[in-house]
């Protein structure tokens, strides 16, 4: 028997003692069925699930079987219930937006059906909870912040406030500065499986932007230069990054500006670097993937001129292109952050929609308010949410009145009918579910794919050898599997305190990106390859990658893997965050309003469509704005 890494580490898959893929065969009718299987124990509770969550077992099986292996589910003669007024397929954001903006506009008797594939709403907004002896600690295992909230859209502007969201107070409940208290920065480690040595050092390139509003690192030169000595790699690849950190070069000075704009954009940072630095790649590697956790693609699938406008080590030198590029920075302190990140937006959504299933009516008691989710699916209710479901088919009646959604639940098929359907699903999926989407759609809808991600959330004990080595944020270079660690955002909101002292239990939130670098494959390719290969790990090898790597980060401390690590979630999204085009492998003029994501959101009739990969925008206002557009389309019938 295989020994198991963290004996203690809860690695559970199960809700209420029952595997989520089970299946009753029992001869009874439909209606019949149906409620038995709809049944929720008051003990649901997935929030408090670990393992490998996000598209967890049992949520992605059935989709898989109609667009890996054309399986038809068929359609039920009977009806599962009565008829709604609005199916909505997918409980992310979007999907619940789409539920909140059809009953206010419409009035609050409408019925509405939710139903999505997971065992709990809310899409990617993904709220994991741990108990650390004693001590409840609640953090995000997908969507992070509400980003820039002063430049919404007047509607997702109102959406939020009408849902008691005040982003305003977040600048109270987020310490910004938090770990400059206990003198923190950022480091670099090398391990020694690929460098020889375990090596953790202060980061010489760091100073940037910084999510938690720390200060700059604020350490000179010669220090910094100091720190890049001490890489394990060859001379000429350190004097290479000393050279682009303190003497950067403009090779394209003598060119005019739109010229020098096309020159940047028709390479890479990775050629770039190479090209105009002779830096070979053990140098260049070290910076390859700064980009990942924004882009999910590294510097080798992205433009020089991207890299001049998030600012990477080298690109000050471009710096006036920026304004001409992008126009005035407007950007907003990332701190519109609950503990549970955007999962708040969800929940506060839920909130209303089925105001008896979240306890209370302000967002600082959202923040520990357990949700009932047996009340989600009630009889009788206006508004029903049904997890575990899984549209198969998604069809307009002969005579085009209603449309009739197929889910499967519990390996049975279910049939339900609407006047109207938002599909607030993985954009991908819907031409293999509702064959009425004409072709030039699908070719358009097909066009992008989600990017892969990888949240994990590590609950320590105590976070004293962070506090004794000076940092709060690790990067890895070329790391296949956690290529950052970052100590949890420093936000105390209601009765929810954030880790006081390095004594106390803290998260600490690693990300990993799966791609195909350095092979020439654009972005698109790195993602469907990088969803292949995030199908096949495992638990146990991100586990395992966990302990050997604060084994070696922490050498020289008390650090002990199996006394400090409480507990392990890793949040797994083989399709994640929606695709936003890029000026190195996309038209230079696609963006959120132009591209093929227009056409590949064409409303069907009495179908529309609302996700965030419609707006070709991974962030929660684009997924508000795909569902204020996708109702208003609805309303109109």
């Not at 400090?564 to 959120?592: C, L, M, Q």
């Given at each position: 028997m295989k020994k198991r890494i963290l004996p203690h580490i809860n690695r559970r898959d199960f809700l209420g003692g029952v595997a989520l893929v089970s299946a009753s065969g029992a001869l009874i009718s439909p209606m019949e069925l149906f409620a038995q299987q709809s049944s929720i124990s008051s003990d649901y509770y997935p929030p408090s699930l670990m393992g490998l969550r996000g598209s967890h077992v049992g949520s992605f099986e059935v989709a898989h079987s109609v667009s890996w292996e054309g399986k038809d589910w068929g359609v039920p003669k009977d009806q599962t219930d009565d008829i709604y007024d609005m199916v909505v397929v997918g409980g992310g954001i979007s999907g619940l937006s789409a539920a909140f903006l059809y009953q206010q506009k419409m009035g609050g008797g409408k019925r509405i059906l939710i139903i999505d594939n997971h065992d709990d709403f809310g899409g990617h907004a993904k709220r994991n909870e741990f108990d650390v002896d004693g001590k409840k600690i609640i953090g995000y295992g997908g969507s992070q912040t509400i980003q820039d909230p002063g430049h919404y859209s007047p509607e997702a502007s109102k959406l939020l406030k009408d849902i008691s969201i005040e982003t305003d107070r977040f600048y109270d409940y987020f310490k910004m500065g938090y770990f400059n208290e206990w003198s923190m920065s950022g480091a670099i480690y090398f391990p020694k499986s690929k460098y020889g040595t375990d090596r953790l050092i202060k980061n010489p390139f760091s100073g940037g932007f910084d999510l938690f509003g720390d200060s700059k690192d604020g350490f000179g030169k010669a220090e910094r230069m100091d720190k890049i000595r001490e890489f394990p790699i060859s001379v000429h690849g350190q004097d290479t990054l000393i050279k682009l950190l303190f003497d950067p070069v403009d090779p394209f000075f003598d060119l005019p500006t739109e010229e020098k704009i096309n020159q940047l954009r028709g390479i890479t940072y990775m050629d770039y670097l190479q090209k105009y630095y002779d830096m070979p790649k053990e140098a260049s590697h070290i910076l390859r993937d700064n980009s990942k956790g924004l882009w999910g693609v590294g510097w080798d699938a992205l433009s020089a001129l991207q890299a001049v406008i998030m600012n990477e080590t080298g690109m000050?030198?471009?710096?006036?292109?920026?304004?001409?590029?992008?126009?005035?920075?407007?950007?907003?302190?990332?701190?519109?952050?609950?503990?549970?990140?955007?999962?708040?937006?969800?929940?506060?959504?839920?909130?209303?929609?089925?105001?008896?299933?979240?306890?209370?009516?302000?967002?600082?008691?959202?923040?520990?308010?357990?949700?009932?989710?047996?009340?989600?699916?009630?009889?009788?209710?206006?508004?029903?949410?049904?997890?575990?479901?899984?549209?198969?088919?998604?069809?307009?009646?002969?005579?085009?009145?209603?449309?009739?959604?197929?889910?499967?639940?519990?390996?049975?098929?279910?049939?339900?009918?609407?006047?109207?359907?938002?599909?607030?699903?993985?954009?991908?999926?819907?031409?293999?579910?509702?064959?009425e989407v004409p072709q030039k759609q699908v070719e358009a809808i097909n066009y992008a794919t989600k990017m892969p991600l990888v949240y994990t959330n590590i609950a320590l004990r105590n976070w004293r050898p962070f506090a004794q080595l000076g940092y709060n944020r690790i990067k890895i270079p070329t790391e296949e599997f956690h290529h950052s660690y970052v100590l949890d955002f420093p936000v105390s909101m209601g009765d929810y305190v954030f880790s006081e002292n390095p004594d106390q239990p803290i998260l600490v939130h690693a990300t990993c990106v799966p791609t195909m670098p350095d092979q020439g494959y654009n972005a698109i390719e790195q993602a469907k390859l990088g969803r292949l290969k995030l199908y096949q790990w495992t638990f146990e090898q991100f586990e395992q990658s966990i302990v050997n790597h604060f084994t070696g980060m922490f050498k020289g401390t008390?650090?002990?893997?199996?006394?400090?690590?409480?507990?392990?979630?890793?949040?797994?999204?083989?399709?994640?965050?929606?695709?936003?085009?890029?000026?190195?492998?996309?038209?230079?003029?696609?963006?959120?309003?132009?591209?093929?994501?227009?056409?590949?959101?064409?409303?069907?009739?009495?179908?529309?469509?609302?996700?965030?990969?419609?707006?070709?925008?991974?962030?929660?206002?684009?997924?508000?704005?795909?569902?204020?557009?996708?109702?208003?389309?609805?309303?109109?019938?």
């Open positions: 000050g030198v471009f710096k006036e292109l920026i304004e001409i590029v992008e126009g005035p920075d407007h950007s907003e302190p990332y701190i519109a952050h609950f503990p549970d990140g955007n999962a708040g937006v969800a929940r506060s959504l839920v909130r209303k929609l089925i105001p008896k299933a979240v306890p209370g009516s302000t967002m600082e008691d959202l923040v520990l308010a357990k949700v009932k989710y047996d009340l989600l699916d009630q009889s009788g209710s206006n508004v029903r949410i049904r997890l575990n479901s899984t549209a198969v088919n998604v069809r307009h009646t002969v005579d085009q009145s209603q449309v009739d959604v197929t889910y499967i639940r519990g390996g049975k098929p279910y049939r339900v009918r609407a006047k109207h359907v938002i599909l607030a699903c993985y954009n991908n999926i819907i031409p293999y579910i509702c064959p008390d650090f002990d893997a199996e006394r400090d690590i409480a507990a392990i979630t890793v949040n797994r999204w083989p399709h994640g965050y929606a695709y936003e085009y890029n000026d190195y492998s996309d038209d230079k003029d696609f963006g959120p309003e132009k591209g093929p994501h227009i056409a590949g959101r064409a409303q069907i009739g009495r179908i529309s469509i609302a996700n965030s990969d419609a707006s070709a925008y991974a962030y929660v206002n684009g997924a508000i704005d795909a569902a204020y557009r996708a109702v208003t389309e609805q309303i109109k019938i």
